[in-house]
C-alpha cells in the first residue's frame, strides 16, 4: 500500500470538495456532509449549467462549474467526489487525476480491473489521493465488526452470508441497459462481494450462477466463494425483488447477526455458540451515513496518505477481480470491458 507523501498544509482546516455529476447520490452525499462542520462542498460541476445551478441552489454552493474540466481545474476545491454512472467513472476520476486533485470514485470504482489499476497507477504517479466511495467499510456499526472479528471473539471465521435485493422498476431504467453499466452485479452485488472481501480478502476459488435479462444484464446472481482456510462466503443479489438484506458472520466461537440493511447504518447481535447467549449492540446513527467516508478521505488527506489503510487500491482492485471473474462465468459483458 502506498503511504507517498504529499502537501498536507493545504488540508489542516476545512476539507474543500468538488462533486462531479450532480445527481441522486451526489445530492445524499451533499446531505449527509453537512453534519461535518470541518467539510465543505464548495464546487459543483456538471455536463450543462441548468443541472448544475439547480444542484448548487439545492446545497448553497458558491462555484458553479458548467463542465467538469472546469471544477477539475478549480484551485479552491482539495479533493472531487466522482458520482457520474459507472460507465462514466473512469474518464471523470482520471481527469481529475491528472489535474492533481485527490478523488473519491463512486462505486463500482471502475468497469472492470483493469481499469481499476490504470486508475491506481496515474494517482500513484501523480500523488494524489484515490480512493473508492464503498461508504458501508466506514459506518460505526462495520468498524465496531471488523474490531470484534479482529479481537478474535468470534473465533475463526467459517461462513460469511450477504445479500441485497431490492426492486427496480420504471424510475431506474438504465438499470436494464448494458451499455449503460446495468444489471444487479455492479450497482447492489457489489455490497456482498465487497463485505465478503473485507472479512475474508481475495477468494481461491469463485462459483457464480445469474439469470440475464434480454438485454443482457444480471437480474439475479448467486455467488459462492471459496478462501484459503476453508472459509465460505454465500452471496445474493437481484434486482427484481426486496430481499432481507442482512448478513451474518460465522466463527467457530459465535457469530454476528447484522440487522437489514446491513450495508446502512445499522445494528447487530452477538451470538456466543458454547452458551447461546445474545448480545445486542445499538449502534444510534444520524443522517444516511455517506459521510463517515469523507471522514476517512480528510483522515489521510490530514495526514498525508495517498491510499486509506482501511480500503486501499489493491483492495479495491481485488474486489473488482472478483467482479470480473463473477461477470465472466455469468456471460455478463459490458462493451466497456475489453
Ligand atoms: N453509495 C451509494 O449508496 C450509491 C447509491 C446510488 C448510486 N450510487 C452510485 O453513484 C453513481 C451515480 O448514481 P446516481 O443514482 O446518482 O445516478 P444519477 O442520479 O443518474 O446521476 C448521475 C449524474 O452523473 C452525471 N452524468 C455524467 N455522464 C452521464 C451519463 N452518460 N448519463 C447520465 N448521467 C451522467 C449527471 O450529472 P450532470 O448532468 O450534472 O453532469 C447525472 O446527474 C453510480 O455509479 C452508482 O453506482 C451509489
Redesign the pocket.
Known sequence: MSTQEHDTTAHSETIRWGV???????A?FCTDLQHLPDHHVVAV????SG??TA?ADRFNIARRHPS?EELVADPDVDVVYV???????FD?AMLAIEAGKHVLV???FTMNAADSRLLAGAARARGTFLME?M?TWFLPHIVQIRQLVNSGRIGKIVTVTAEFGEQFGADSP?AFVLE??GGAL??IGIYPVSFAAMLLGQPTDIIAAADLSRGGVDVTTSIILRHSGGAHAVLNTTMLAGTRNGACITGTLGRIEIEPEFFRPSSFEIIDTATGTRERVSVPHVGGG?RHQANEVGRCLRTGLTESPILPLTKTISIMETIDEIARQIGLHYPQRG
Open positions: 462531479l455529476g450532480a445527481g441522486g447520490i451526489a445524499e460541476g456538471a455536463r450543462s443541472t448544475n444542484f467538469y458520482a457520474t454512472p459507472h460507465p462514466q467513472h471523470a463512486e462505486k463500482p466511495a461508504w438504465r449503460q453499466g455492479l450497482d455517506l
